[in-house]
């Protein structure tokens, strides 16, 4: 078990428009859940970390405003790209949390969202 | 702070040979560590973790590490590599304290197996 899904996993949208992601725990209730954005050929830099029921909180630098993110239940976050620029095109992944005792001990990846902005 | 460093950013090695990809890590407290491989347009995907206990952690698809508190460090292993290990492959490190649940990535390990 511990299996993450994205959708969708690639998404072409116009300059201006909005753009949700949806990051789901499918066999597991994720204590946190965490977004990050990878630009080609460079590592993972965490944007933002949400608890169900709680507002996101976000990592310095990171526009929250911009990057709308909803945690509604124990296993779906959603990543909302509002007003979508070119410079926000990149590979978007998110993880859930699992533990005990509300620690998070292990984060398991889904399979990423290519955002491409035209 | 926590950060964690790949030293190589890129490693090639010939197929049936033993391959290393390097970690070394910096925590405040005691670390939880792990290797994630991602290939391309992928997510990743996990290979293994240290939490506590033997220095010596088993994970997947026949791979190794070995923790080492003195050098801080945390390398990737394996005894003979295959042509389907080219990958990218990130060490990222979290402090075990409870309340910080962030992961720090290095900046990714490019492995290269040459058949």
């Known amino acids: 078990g511990a299996v993450v899904s994205q959708h969708p996993s690639w998404v072409i949208c116009k300059s201006g428009t909005s753009v949700k992601i949806e990051c789901r725990s499918l066999?597991?209730?994720?204590?946190?859940m965490f977004w990050y954005r990878q630009f080609p050929k460079q590592s993972l830099m965490l944007m933002a970390t949400?608890?169900?029921?709680?507002?996101?909180?976000?990592e310095q630098g990171v526009e929250k405003d911009k990057f709308l993110i909803n945690h509604a239940s124990l296993t779906l976050s959603t990543l909302t790209v509002t007003s979508a620029h070119p410079e926000d095109s990149s590979f978007y992944i998110c993880?859930?949390?699992?533990?005990?005792?509300?620690?998070?001990?292990?984060?398991?990846f889904g399979p990423g969202t290519r955002l491409t902005v035209t | 702070a926590q950060s964690v460093a790949q030293p190589e950013d890129q490693v090639n090695v010939a197929e049936g040979n033993p391959l290393t990809v390097k970690c070394t890590y910096s925590v405040s407290g005691n670390p939880y560590l792990f290797w994630y491989v991602q290939y391309p347009n992928r997510g990743l995907q996990f290979l293994l973790k240290y939490i506590t206990g033997d220095n010596l952690v088993k994970g997947s698809y026949g791979f190794e590490a070995e923790f080492n508190k003195s050098q801080t460090s945390f390398h990737l292993k394996k005894p003979s590599a295959l042509v389907s290990d080219s990958a990218l492959y990130f060490c990222?490190?979290?402090?075990?304290?409870?309340?910080?649940?962030?992961?720090?990535f290095g900046t990714g390990t490019r492995l290269t197996i040459i058949p």
């Open positions: 993880s859930a949390g699992r533990g005990t005792s509300g620690r998070t001990y292990e984060q398991y």
């Open positions: 949400s608890n169900e029921g709680s507002k996101a909180t976000y």
């Open positions: 990222a490190v979290r402090d075990s304290n409870f309340g910080n649940e962030k992961l720090t």
């Open positions: 066999d597991f209730q994720a204590t946190t």
